[in-house]
């Protein structure tokens, strides 16, 4: 069936570094990429989202990218923030109600 | 406005007990989700509501997990019995009627252990 993976599971950085996560979907259908940000103690809320005509989205500190020959899609920050420390998810959707998840990246922003 | 709600936060249970999970979307959002977290794992998808009615229960586990939606408003998840596999994080969204599925509102949550 339809999957998305997700790489790191966990990832670490010091204050004002990038970080990086990246995910593969296999469902050629998918035309829409949305990411979620879990801080603690809330559910999942949508962050970005990029379309799949679209190679590149900017929103302020973060980008997503989207390579759909490949099948790939990442999450960038950039000047990461303490306050960026959270559970981030990353899913496609191909239409209809059901979103593809992937399994989460816990991120850590030391200061 | 207030935000999607899920009672209990916690529950803890013993194996082949009974736990009845609740969810209240926020007001007006017909389109309804369940979702479940297993251990660090990826969030799956359970059912949609649309209103009152089940439109999408293919990713419901087995026959001991029964959700309601009674008069399109909150909606419960039962598991009866529960499983030691049935632990894990249960979410609850909801979103308007013609937006794009992903753009809906999560819950906390409700943390299920069964021990």
């Known amino acids: 069936g339809e999957n998305v993976e997700q790489h790191p599971s966990t990832l670490s950085v010091q204050e004002g570094d990038s970080a990086v996560i990246k995910c593969t979907y296999s469902d050629s259908a998918s035309n829409y990429f949305p990411w979620y940000k879990q801080e603690l103690g809330k559910g999942p809320q949508l962050i970005i989202d990029i379309r799949s005509n679209v190679g590149e989205k900017k929103d302020q500190r973060i980008a997503v990218t989207l390579n759909k020959t490949a099948k790939h899609f990442s999450l960038h920050i950039t000047e990461t923030q303490p306050e960026d420390s959270a559970v981030y998810f990353c899913a496609a959707w191909a239409g209809g109600f059901k979103t593809i998840f992937g399994a989460g990246t816990r991120l850590f922003v030391k200061a | 406005e207030a935000g999607v709600t899920q009672f209990p936060s916690h529950s803890v249970i013993e194996k082949g007990q009974t736990v009845t999970l609740r969810c209240d979307p926020i007001?007006?959002?017909?389109?309804l989700y369940w979702y479940r977290r297993v251990m660090g794992k990826e969030i799956k998808f359970l059912l949609h509501?649309?209103?009152?009615?089940?439109?999408?229960e293919s990713g419901m586990p087995n026959n001991r997990f029964l959700a309601e939606r009674t008069g399109g408003t909150y909606s419960t998840l039962k598991v009866q019995p529960a499983e030691l596999e049935d632990s894990g994080v249960y979410f609850c969204?909801?979103?308007?009627?013609?937006?794009?599925?992903?753009?809906?509102?999560f819950g906390p949550g409700t943390r299920l252990t069964v021990t």
């Open positions: 007001s007006g959002h017909d389109n």
């Open positions: 509501f649309v209103k009152e009615s089940k439109q999408d």
């Open positions: 969204a909801s979103s308007l009627s013609g937006t794009i599925a992903y753009e809906q509102y």
